[in-house]
């Protein structure tokens, strides 16, 4: 999966600014948590530069927790709350196609990626989509056309010298 970090920061933090507030727990953590010591925008833009920073990092194999536990290590702040503003930080890549699996579409078969869309309703779930023929799928879908193509791309011989199968091929048995 690619994730260009080329997106326009302010118009981000509005994003998330927005659906921070909508959500409601970040501006509570805010108040009670952090009395009220830090601004939502400054809150964002440095959970989100922090994200960057280990985005950068030479770590190869990594989990959204390990991002998490990262950002947690130099903030002190909640892994909750930064999992939900790091969710919202996604939710505006996916919104304005920043992020590509690099995936052929099961329906049309363009190869050029599919991107991942938030499901609406189902917080931290996404599907899958293509910008060519807009259909939607899941991660499972994709992966069983992935497994069917492979297998379609298999060499396989046959001899077409025999006019009939031999019984005893390891083929027929």
Known sequence: MENETNYNSD?????????????????????????????????ISEITDIYIDFLETDIVSYSNDDIVDYVVERTGYSFDIIELILWFEECYSMNNNLITCMLDCPN?????????????????????????????????????????????????????TDDELDPQSPAML
Do not use: W
């Open 11 to 43: 118009e981000m933090i509005s994003y998330v600014a927005e659906r921070a507030k909508t959500d409601g727990r970040v501006p509570v953590y805010l108040s009670e948590e952090l009395e009220d010591k830090i601004s939502l925008e400054k809150l």
């Open 108 to 160: 049309c078969g363009d190869v050029g990626g599919l991107h991942p869309k938030e499901i609406d309703g189902e917080p931290y779930n996404t599907n899958l989509q293509c910008p060519k023929c807009g259909n939607f799928f899941s991660y499972e879908e994709v992966d069983e056309f992935e497994e069917l193509d492979e297998y379609d791309e298999m060499d396989v011989e046959f001899d077409e």
